[in-house]
């Protein structure tokens, strides 16, 4: 079982940058990819960002591609997710998860709390 505490939700006006952590504890080990995905009211939970742990290679959403950045920081068994471009569309609880078996969403198996992201317009 991994543990996984995030921060750095909020509110924010459109067009501005939120930064989200996700701290990771406990079998730590097993990671292999860390991302993040999101849920909106009455909306499918949906992919966001992944990053692998081993070599780096990351992944991202058509919808985010050139505004988020995924980073990671393996010492600290930590991941981020740079917002900028904020739009109100990004408004969602966003989930911090893990996956021993490579980035690919059916690998994620480890979920956060989540944090709420909330862009007005």
């Known amino acids: 079982q991994v543990q996984l505490v995030e921060s750095g939700g909020g509110l924010v006006q459109a067009g501005g940058s939120l930064r989200l952590s996700c701290a990771a504890s406990?079998?730590?080990?097993?990671?292999?990819?860390m991302g993040w995905f999101r849920q909106a009211p009455g909306k499918e939970r949906e992919f966001v960002a992944g990053i692998s742990w081993k070599y780096g290679n990351t992944y991202y959403a058509d919808s985010v591609q050139g505004r988020f950045t995924i980073t990671r920081d393996n010492a600290k068994n930590t991941v981020y997710l740079q917002m900028n471009s904020l739009k109100p569309e990004d408004t969602a609880v966003y989930y911090c998860?893990?996956?021993?078996?490579?980035?690919?969403?059916?690998?994620?198996?480890?979920w956060g709390q989540g944090t709420q992201v909330t862009v007005s317009s």
């Open positions: 406990g079998r730590t080990f097993s990671i292999d990819a």
């Open positions: 998860a893990t996956s021993p078996v490579g980035n690919r969403v059916s690998g994620y198996d480890n």
